[in-house]
């Protein structure tokens, strides 16, 4: 699927990819969306992957928050660079290892739907005009958006499908 180029588009991708992401969580039984993946990957299961996908809508949202602000927000989080994310990622996977696969669930809806509005509430200039926030340096808000929502959801679609394969 070509990267969204209009907000349509975007709002199509991601709410699909999302969509189907969930629809093939759902479709496994309980016990099995709770199964452990392979040793080495670093998500350890269906919950670790939704969590970090939460995860990164919640920093996106904080990003965008206080980038319309004005303000300069870290990024990818206080501490970590680009560079660094996968000790970002580590961290991500441990502060989840507690919460039950359902509450995880029910708030990477709510950070979805929260994406969503932030999509919706801008224009297709606002969204993919590179450099037009300062925040978002020399890219646009809708490649921002791009990597947390549709690209990432499909990630997360695939990762969870190719060990799922792998493991029948």
Request: glycine share 6%; net charge positive.
């Given at each position: 699927?070509?990267?969204?180029?209009?907000?349509?588009?975007?709002?199509?991708?991601?709410?699909?990819?999302?969509?189907?992401?969930?629809?093939?969580?759902?479709?496994?039984?309980?016990?099995?969306?709770?199964?452990?993946?392979?040793?080495?990957?670093?998500?350890?299961?269906?919950?670790?992957?939704?969590?970090?996908?939460?995860?990164?809508?919640?920093?996106?949202?904080?990003?965008?928050?206080?980038?319309?602000?004005?303000?300069?927000?870290?990024?990818?989080?206080?501490?970590?660079?680009?560079?660094?994310?996968?000790?970002?990622?580590?961290?991500?996977?441990?502060?989840?290892n507690d919460t039950a696969l359902e509450d995880i669930k029910g708030e990477l809806v709510q950070s979805f739907e929260r994406l969503q509005v932030i999509i919706a509430g801008h224009s297709n200039e606002e969204l993919f005009t590179k450099k037009r926030y300062k925040w978002t340096g020399s890219?646009?808000?809708?490649?921002?958006?791009?990597?947390?929502?549709?690209?990432?959801?499909?990630?997360?679609?695939?990762?969870?499908?190719?060990?799922?394969?792998?493991?029948?």
């Amino acid at each position: 699927m070509p990267r969204p180029k209009t907000k349509a588009d975007l709002i199509t991708q991601s709410q699909g990819n999302y969509k189907k992401l969930l629809d093939y969580v759902d479709a496994f039984s309980t016990q099995e969306q709770l199964a452990e993946f392979p040793q080495g990957t670093l998500n350890r299961n269906i919950r670790d992957v939704l969590a970090h996908l939460n995860h990164w809508n919640l920093m996106m949202l904080k990003w965008y928050t206080l980038g319309m602000k004005g303000e300069k927000p870290a990024m990818p989080a206080e501490g970590y660079t680009w560079k660094t994310m996968p000790d970002l990622n580590r961290k991500i996977q441990e502060r989840y290892n507690d919460t039950a696969l359902e509450d995880i669930k029910g708030e990477l809806v709510q950070s979805f739907e929260r994406l969503q509005v932030i999509i919706a509430g801008h224009s297709n200039e606002e969204l993919f005009t590179k450099k037009r926030y300062k925040w978002t340096g020399s890219t646009s808000l809708g490649a921002y958006l791009i990597s947390t929502a549709s690209s990432h959801y499909d990630w997360a679609y695939k990762l969870i499908k190719r060990i799922k394969k792998d493991k029948s």
